[in-house]
């Protein structure tokens, strides 16, 4: 082994840090004797030669040598080489159009080549793999098929193998593994999908093992969407139900006692001929596919063995699965926890492994603690795939987190609060149920349930209603519901606080009140006040107090902000002397920021803020135009409506050069109506900018001062279509308007728009593929839809006008 190991230039490659002559230490530390030491070689070939999931001169260098430590069976932990190299190797871009475009001569080209190059190279020396399925390691069996179906190049044998093999295969998750792989195969050769879907749908109904039933209904949801039954959500219950009531090891041979000897009672035979398929009280008498099929997306799956909550809106380990499935580029990869590593496994080091201070182990760690106590977490895993597989049937996913959501496992119903996350931040549905039972869950005494259910429902802002009575309950019931969990709070406690402050329930207030007393309250809760509009007036004396008490110094951008937020949104004109102190005193550090919230204040209280009014004039002249409009706005208000003082400014800044000065001044004129109809010249001049929220604001100002609507109406539709994040800015105008839809007028050409947002079910600022966004996209969604509805003349529930 590792022959001519040396004969490579190690110094002349590189890696992520640089010359690449460490990385002999690091193969050979791979089939070291030493567990700690294994860790430690694995940790740094991710963190160095495989940094990020990166490609460099040394990755395709290391490639041999770790096809050599696959093959050698007296190396341990080899199934977290083959997963290194399926990681490697899998990165697929024959299907990416703008790569195959690149300049030769750009970085991004050399890239590309070697991703192309690793892929060959790891295909090239796939039949090691297949070798690898018997495996007496149960890890190397966990790992290979997985890597067969996405490296090898003879996919119809690895199919039989995959199926063959099965039949025979006694460890649970490892059969999941097996079923996996057949799907991933179904998804990459259409050539092999007919047959491989119709197995898969032969297993769905013909199997003993629920776990395997449900393992072939996830696959089906993945790969063949139609053959969905419409009762897959009883379906999936019911198999759950039975994993449930099963004893404890009673599924781990999965077809029954005789499986282990070739002849599997529920036919799994690799060809769907067995007792199933020929009428058995297992299966269906026509072996048809389909008996108990999913749909998907045909995204990626979370491999068995693997737990997952990216689709559930949480962060865990990335696997090194995902670059088999598809192109990651560098900055988006994560070292993982290699199956392998999981201490506690069978076969693997388990206690002998002693604590490593890897990157690797930390998140084995995790993701040991994640899955302590459950025996079954690879059935969480499952449902992790077939609700990303289901996609939009939001209504089959809501019916499976409902299951979930009510079984007596806190884990499952944890997963369920998990899965919640990308499914309501993604799609619109009717989720009163789900956030009623993920309420119920604050009372638990399970403190990761609670910490994971309050997290959930603090973005849900006026969904969360059907909870309220649970967050309120749980705000009470501590003594301090306002300190953060990460700074001794008990979980969930602050964000219990802020998801019920968000929903605009008034019992947040008394808590918010001693929140305000408190050295440094989080700033989270300070922002979400505004919510409970006139139900925070009792907290207008304390936002002042702490107003008044805070330095003028360059921390008061910072902490001036939500204050001041509050106190405009709540109009409490007697906080005027606090707010002209921070107008006047604001320091030269984020200045701007600080005078144009100070500013909207002033604004909000009107006329009763005159006293304002010589600090207002004196900051028309200001430099920067966001100041100077902020200050007509609020000039304009507090003088009763004489926009006289103010329109020249404006009007000169709509003819600057820069669309933010632009945007400023036309946002200030909209607030004028009527009394700024001699700037509809300039605001004209906007319609036809190339910036679309120019354009956007424009339009809007110009219909507020002229009453127009047919030069506007066009304008804002079209920004509509080209920008899907500036259709809450236009609803918000046409929601103003009233029902648009009323005769023949221009209104009507908006109303195709508004029914088509109506009737859409994924949310509007939901972004395919990507994780994350602001906590504020349901709450923005939601809003977007009730002004579809206002601007309609409907009222929530209508589907006519």
């Not at 491999?303 to 990651?328: K, Q, V």
């Not at 069978?346 to 206690?351: F, H, I, K, R, Y």
């Not at 993604?426 to 309050?454: F, H, I, N």
């Not at 805070?550 to 002397?577: I, K, N, Y």
Request: hydrophobic share 45%; charged share 25%; aromatic share 4%.
């Amino acid at each position: 082994m590792f022959t001519g190991i040396d004969e490579v230039d190690w110094a002349s490659l590189g890696h992520a840090y640089g010359p690449a002559d460490d990385v002999p230490a690091l193969l050979r530390g791979l089939a070291s004797a030493d567990p700690a030491e294994r860790e430690q070689a694995l940790d740094g070939m991710y963190g160095t030669v495989h940094h990020q999931g990166d490609v460099y001169d040394s990755t395709l260098a290391c490639i041999p040598f770790l096809l050599e430590l696959v093959a050698c069976p007296e190396v341990q932990d080899r199934g977290c080489v083959v997963e290194l190299l399926a990681s490697i190797g899998g990165i697929d871009l024959s299907g990416d159009d703008e790569m195959q475009e690149l300049d030769p001569d750009c970085e991004e080209f050399e890239d590309a080549a070697n991703y192309a190059m690793a892929a060959a190279a790891v295909a090239a020396g796939a039949d090691v793999f297949l070798g690898l399925v018997g495996d007496e390691d149960r890890e190397v069996r966990l790992a290979a098929p997985g890597a067969l179906a996405s490296l090898h190049g003879d996919p119809a044998r690895v199919l039989d193998l995959l199926r063959e093999r099965l039949t025979v295969e006694l460890d649970p998750e490892v059969r999941l593994a097996l079923v996996e792989a057949v799907g991933r195969i179904a998804l990459r050769y259409e050539s092999l999908r007919e047959e491989t879907v119709g197995w898969l749908g032969w297993l769905s109904g013909a199997a003993q093992d629920p776990a395997l039933r449900l393992a072939a209904l996830a696959q089906l949801a993945r790969c063949a969407p139609a053959l969905l039954p419409r009762d897959v959500a009883a379906t999936v219950i019911g198999l759950l139900s039975e994993l449930r009531h099963q004893p404890d090891g009673s599924h781990q041979g999965g077809c029954g006692p005789s499986c282990a000897g070739g002849a599997c009672p529920a036919g799994v035979d690799g060809t769907g001929a067995g007792a199933g398929a020929a009428g058995g009280a297992d299966g269906p008498s026509d072996g048809a596919a389909g008996a108990g099929g999913t749909a998907g997306s045909g995204g990626s799956a979370t491999p068995s063995g693997f737990g997952s909550a990216t689709l559930a809106g949480g962060n865990p380990p990335a696997t090194p699965w995902d670059s088999a499935n598809s192109r990651t580029m560098p900055g988006v990869r994560e070292p993982v926890v290699p199956v392998g590593l999981q201490r506690g496994a069978p076969e693997a080091a388990g206690d002998l492994r002693p604590t490593a201070p890897t990157l690797v182990g930390q998140l084995r760690d995790v993701r040991e603690e994640q899955r302590a106590g459950r025996g079954t977490a690879w059935a969480d895993d499952l449902l992790r795939t077939l609700h990303g597989a289901l996609d939009d049937r939001v209504d089959d996913r809501i019916a499976l987190i409902v299951a979930q959501l009510r079984s007596p496992d806190a884990a499952q119903r944890t997963d369920a609060v998990w899965m919640c996350g990308g499914l309501v931040r993604t799609w619109r549905g009717d989720y009163d149920e789900v956030v009623r039972l993920v309420g119920a869950q604050l009372g638990t005494p399970d403190a990761r349930l609670r910490a994971a259910s309050a997290s959930w429902l603090e973005d849900l802002f006026a969904l969360a209603a059907p909870a309220a009575d649970a967050l309120a309950a749980r705000v009470g019931s501590e003594p301090a519901p306002w300190v953060p969990e990460w700074e001794g709070g008990r979980p969930g406690a602050a964000r219990a606080l802020l998801a019920l402050t968000r929903a605009g329930d008034a019992r947040a207030v008394p808590a918010l009140a001693r929140a305000l007393e408190e050295p440094e309250p989080h700033g989270r809760l300070l922002y979400a006040i505004p919510h409970l509009e006139e139900g925070g007036a009792p907290l207008v004396p304390a936002l002042r107090r702490r107003l008044g008490a805070l330095p003028l110094d360059d921390d008061l951008g910072e902490r001036c902000g939500p204050l001041l937020l509050a106190l405009a949104r709540l109009r409490a004109v007697e906080a005027l002397p606090e707010v002209l102190r921070v107008l006047r005193g604001a320091p030269a550090f984020r200045r701007e920021w600080v005078l144009e919230s100070a500013l909207r204040a002033v604004a909000a209280f009107g006329p009763a803020a005159r006293e304002a009014v010589p600090d207002l004039r004196g900051l028309l002249d200001d430099p920067s135009a966001g100041m100077a409009a902020a200050a007509a706005r609020a000039l304009w208000a507090v003088e009763g409506g004489d926009a006289g003082v103010v329109l020249p400014k404006l009007r000169s800044l709509l003819l600057a050069g820069d669309a933010l000065s632009r945007r400023s001044a036309a946002g200030a004129l909209g607030a004028f109506g009527g009394a700024a109809a001699v700037a509809a010249p300039e605001l004209r001049a906007c319609l036809t900018a190339r910036d679309v929220w120019l354009r956007v604001d424009a339009a809007v100002a110009l219909g507020r001062v002229t009453g127009g609507l047919g030069e506007v109406l066009p304008v804002l539709a079209a920004a509509w279509r080209e920008n899907r994040h500036t259709r809450l800015r236009v609803a918000e105008f046409l929601a103003e308007l009233g029902p648009v839809g009323a005769g023949r007028g221009p209104g009507a050409g908006v109303v195709p728009l508004l029914r088509a947002e109506l009737a859409r079910t994924r949310r509007h600022n939901a972004s395919a593929g990507l994780v994350g966004g602001s906590d504020h996209d349901v709450h923005d969604d939601e809003r977007l839809l009730a002004l579809c509805r206002q601007a309609l003349g409907q009222v929530r529930g209508d589907t006519a006008l």
